[in-house]
């Protein structure tokens, strides 16, 4: 049984800083790609970045380039996104998941967490 399950969620002001984490578990963590997702109410599930099993490549949405931040710790199935200058627009449910490609493509993750909460105040 594969379990993803992401933490470091909350509330914080425009301009703030927060790092999410994803634990995975059932799975060898280091033989997949890893991307983080995330959704507004009322709109689709986006792409928000994604690296490669071993660390060394990572591929980020143009909203977020250069403010965020992916990597892993393999040692530690462990999965993070740093998050700075943060925007009232990255208000949303953030997913991780585990995928066969490090692309943007929702289709391309087998397995996802139940996600952690960002809100981003003005």
């Known amino acids: 049984q594969v379990q993803l399950v992401e933490s470091g969620g909350g509330l914080v002001q425009a301009g703030g800083s927060l790092r999410l984490t994803c634990v995975v578990s059932?799975?060898?963590?280091?033989?997949?790609?890893m991307g983080w997702f995330r959704q507004a109410p009322g709109k689709e599930r986006d792409f928000v970045a994604a690296v490669s099993w071993s660390g060394y490549r990572t591929y980020y949405a143009d909203s977020v380039k250069g403010r965020f931040t992916i990597s892993r710790d393999n040692a530690k199935n462990t999965l993070y996104l740093q998050m700075n200058s943060l925007k009232p627009e990255d208000t949303a449910l953030y997913y991780c998941?585990?995928?066969?490609?490090?692309?943007?493509?929702?289709?391309?993750?087998?397995?996802w967490g139940q996600g952690t909460q960002v809100t981003v105040s003005s």
């Open positions: 998941a585990q995928g066969r490609s490090i692309t943007g493509r929702a289709n391309d993750y087998d397995y």
């Open positions: 059932g799975r060898t963590f280091s033989s997949y790609n």
